[in-house]
């Protein structure tokens, strides 16, 4: 899992600001999952990313967040507006094909983001 | 809908004990894959172990061995003469196949986690 790259590790908005968090896949990985841990919770699925398509964004909130994997760079997650509730810990993860489980879903060290 | 229950939300022991996590899980599928990772106090997700439904062997790995059981849908994990450095939360999860080609969802559902503390 250390060949997912996710920055910044900690961030701190105030309510009403923009968050973005950035994922780097594995090398050689095309497709990328966001999943958010809330505190004492497990962490769940929000969104499926291939590059420059969204697969699935079924476990996204429907407003203020969207994600994006552009042809080039990193994948970004973007929370408009934060408010305390957003504050969690934001894993990226990365495959090597669609199949989590043949192919080990890797994740990153996680995005810790606080609103205050 | 499937679910992951790790029943045990906090455990501690005494350093060279032996401790296991407990897993169950619920789903429709016949087809599946289960996950154990575990979060240090650093925060990331490190994986353990993957294990498809039609594999009920047990797997030692080290310290760390994992005893699937389909008929109780559980998935235990033991770690044998914990250390400190074991201290960390434990996640069980699972994913459900994809029908009709037998390879997992990308949707991991995970439970709640269990805290291990171990204490020198």
């Known amino acids: 899992n250390a060949g997912v790259m996710q920055n910044p590790r900690h961030l701190v908005r105030r309510r009403g600001q923009e968050a973005r968090l950035r994922c780097s896949p594995m090398?050689?990985?095309?497709?990328v999952y966001w999943y958010r841990q809330l505190p004492e919770e497990g962490l769940k699925f929000m969104v499926y990313?291939?590059?420059?398509?969204?697969?699935?964004e079924s476990g996204m909130p429907k407003e203020r967040f969207s994600a994006e994997f552009p042809k080039e760079g990193p994948s970004i997650l973007r929370i408009q507006q934060v408010v305390r509730g957003d504050s969690a810990a934001y894993f990226c993860?990365?495959?090597?094909?669609?199949?989590?489980?043949?192919?080990?879903?890797?994740f990153g060290e996680g995005s810790w983001l606080t609103v205050v | 809908a499937q679910k992951v229950t790790q029943a045990q939300t906090e455990i501690s022991v005494v350093e060279k004990e032996d401790v296991t996590l407990d897993c169950v899980y619920e789903?429709?599928?016949?087809?599946?894959?289960l996950f154990w990772y575990k979060q240090p106090p650093s925060g990331e997700l490190v994986f353990l172990i993957r294990?498809?439904?039609?594999d009920e062997q047990n797997e030692i790995s080290g310290r760390y061995s994992w005893n699937f059981q389909k008929s109780t849908s559980s998935f235990n994990f033991t770690i044998t003469a914990s250390q400190v450095v074991d201290s960390a939360v434990y996640f069980c999860?699972?994913?459900?196949?994809?029908w009709g080609s037998g390879a997992g969802s990308y949707q991991l559902t995970f439970g709640k986690g269990t805290k291990l503390s171990v204490i020198p």
């Open positions: 993860a990365s495959s090597l094909t669609r199949d989590g489980s043949g192919n080990t879903i890797y």
């Open positions: 090398k050689g990985h095309s497709h």
């Open positions: 990313l291939q590059k420059e398509n969204i697969i699935d």
């Open positions: 789903t429709r599928d016949t087809t599946y894959y």
């Open positions: 294990r498809n439904s039609f």
């Open positions: 999860a699972l994913s459900e196949a994809i």
